[in-house]
């Protein structure tokens, strides 16, 4: 067992973002094996470009704010505070923040890319 303390970790920009942070929880940095653990921060304006995660899936569990996904054919769909959004391993996203207020959320990866 471990205590986690996600405020002792680093804020770092996230890469292929625009205005986006996160800290990790469990990952690399405790010795996960199975999954990433993220808290991040979406600025107003935030975004991310158009990826794929081959093998990962992701989990956006929205805890402020309200989070935008597009996928690959421009399908949106919107995640508010207390609601999440999933995306399937090999599935072309990219992520908005169009609104003036930040966002907050906790992101689970699965597996460890």
Same mark, same amino acid.
């Given at each position: ?39 991040? &921060? *979406?600025? @107003?304006? #935030? ?9 990962? /899936?992701?989990?956006? !569990? ?22 999440? &959004? *999933?995306? @399937?391993? #090999? ?9 003036? /207020?930040?966002?907050? !959320? ?8």
């Amino acid at each position: 067992m471990k205590l986690i303390k996600p405020k002792e970790n680093p804020s770092v920009p996230t890469p292929d973002h625009t205005d986006v942070t996160s800290q990790e929880i469990a990952g690399e940095m405790i010795g996960a094996k199975s999954c990433v653990v993220k808290l991040g &921060l *979406y600025q @107003p304006g #935030g975004s991310s470009i158009f990826h794929v995660h081959e093998k990962q /899936e992701h989990v956006f !569990y929205i805890l402020e704010g309200a989070l935008t996904l597009v996928d690959g054919n421009k399908n949106e769909i919107t995640a508010h505070a207390g609601e999440a &959004l *999933y995306v @399937p391993a #090999g599935e072309e996203h990219a992520a908005f923040n169009r609104t003036p /207020e930040k966002i907050v !959320y906790l992101a689970v990866t699965a597996p460890i890319p």
